[in-house]
């Protein structure tokens, strides 16, 4: 089983949805949750970084985390067709360099 | 603002011939990474360099060999390149335990 599960999709919403992505893990040492939004043919840039649980809003963007369920989500609101991107998760524990990642989620965004 | 740079961007190798991939940051981040990057796999770790001078295996080490040339600079080479090392080989730095790493653009590879 892997450390990290995350939905591969892919995931197709109109212009204007809700987009919600997430990923489960297993590690209970977690403590640093980030999500990475990777264009294609292009490396992965961070979009949102959270320590613990909680919830964390960009913009139209808003970050969860569940430390309880092992859980952790993003939302895109109001989603555009520039959203249309692969979408990681990525995770490590206090006193490692190594990020454990998710395999991604596609999402496409139609006008 | 560059950022982390990769080079080359694109390469062709023949099976058995040998690579380096070098990677630069301007950030004066601590530690630096190698991953590679497969169809339904994601992200996994060739070797990272948690401080100038010390380097460690990652998930996927086999094949590989890495030099932390000095802060700045952290290089991957292939000494005998495999069909299987095809893949897009992406590097990163961050200034080190539990902090954002910074990605590069990638090198897409292809061995033949």
């Known amino acids: 089983q892997k450390e990290v599960e995350q939905d591969p999709g892919p995931l197709s919403v109109p212009e204007g949805a809700i987009v919600s992505l997430n990923c489960t893990y297993s590690n209970s040492a977690f403590q640093y949750f980030m999500w990475y939004r990777q264009y294609s043919r292009k490396g992965p840039e961070l979009l949102m970084y959270t320590y613990s649980s909680g919830n964390k809003e960009d913009g139209r963007f808003t970050a969860q985390v569940d430390k309880s369920s092992k859980y952790i989500s993003l939302f895109i609101r109001d989603s555009q067709p520039s959203d249309s991107a692969t979408y990681l998760c990525a995770m490590t524990p206090l006193n490692d360099y190594k990020l454990s990642f998710g395999a991604g989620t596609t999402v496409t965004v139609r006008a | 603002n560059a950022g982390v740079t990769q080079t080359p961007k694109f390469q062709v190798l023949k099976t058995g011939q040998s690579m380096t991939l070098q990677c630069a940051q301007d950030?004066?981040?601590?530690?630096m990474y190698w991953y590679r990057q497969d169809p339904g796999m994601g992200l996994r770790l060739i070797y990272y360099s948690a401080s100038e001078g010390t380097t460690d295996k990652g998930e996927v080490p086999n094949g590989y060999n890495v030099s932390r040339l000095n802060k700045r600079e952290f290089s991957l080479r292939l000494e005998s390149a495999a069909p299987s090392q095809t893949s897009v080989y992406f590097c990163?730095?961050?200034?080190?335990?539990?902090?954002?790493?910074?990605f590069g653009a990638g090198t897409r590879l292809s061995v033949l």
């Open positions: 950030m004066n981040h601590n530690s």
């Open positions: 990163a730095s961050s200034n080190g335990l539990g902090d954002i790493q910074y």
